[in-house]
């Protein structure tokens, strides 16, 4: 990336499901290699890129986007002021604190809103980010999705720590 780090922050709309979308998927297919094979990562991605899908959990939960001179970078879903249910970072701008802003803005919203924690089921090219962050891997998980089996593991956070 290029220019100043990515600061702005901003609820979704219903108009940004399809370029969520597709960060999803791109972050799937280029950021998830080393831990996934191609049948996983497709699988993956043809459930994270359903847009009519995406749109309905963007309407019923929490979702913060990041912007970079505007334009969506990375978003986050906060599920029932209790769990990490999506986080996505585009490739292009990785390593440069996107994550890190998402994940401490609803970590901020979920403990004002009286959650003592909060969960993920960290994939597991991201687990090493959640640790970093101060999650707790709770159990491992092995999950259908399209025919194929995807490991994940369950990682939580107290709040206020
Ligand atoms: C995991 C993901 C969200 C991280 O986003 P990011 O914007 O690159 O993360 P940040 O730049 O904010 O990183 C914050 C810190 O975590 C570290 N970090 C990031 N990814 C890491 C990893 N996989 N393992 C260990 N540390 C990691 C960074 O080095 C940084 O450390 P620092 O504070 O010392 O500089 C992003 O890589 C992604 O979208 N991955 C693919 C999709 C995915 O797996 N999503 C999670 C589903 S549960």
């Known amino acids: 990336m290029s220019g100043a780090p990515p600061a702005a922050l901003r609820p979704a709309l219903p108009g940004d499901t399809p370029v969520l979308a597709a960060i999803a998927r791109a972050a799937i297919f280029e950021l998830t290699g080393e831990d996934y094979d191609e049948d996983q990562q497709e699988a993956w991605a043809d ?25 969506p970078v990375g978003f986050i879903v906060l ?31 979920a403990a004002a809103r009286g959650a003592k924690s909060l969960t993920a089921d960290a994939s597991d090219n991201a687990l090493g980010f959640f640790q970093k962050r101060g999650y707790v891997p709770k159990s491992r998980n092995t999950v259908p999705l399209g025919g194929v089996w995807l490991g994940n593991t369950t990682v939580e956070k107290k709040l206020g720590e």
């Open 47 to 71: 459930v994270a890129g359903d847009e009519a899908a995406l749109a309905a959990r963007l309407a019923g939960q929490l979702t913060l986007v990041a912007t970079h001179d505007g334009d």
């Open 79 to 109: 599920a029932d002021n209790r769990a990490i249910d999506l986080l996505y970072v585009l490739p292009l701008f990785t390593g440069e604190g996107v994550g890190a802003l998402l994940c401490d803005a609803v970590e901020k919203l």
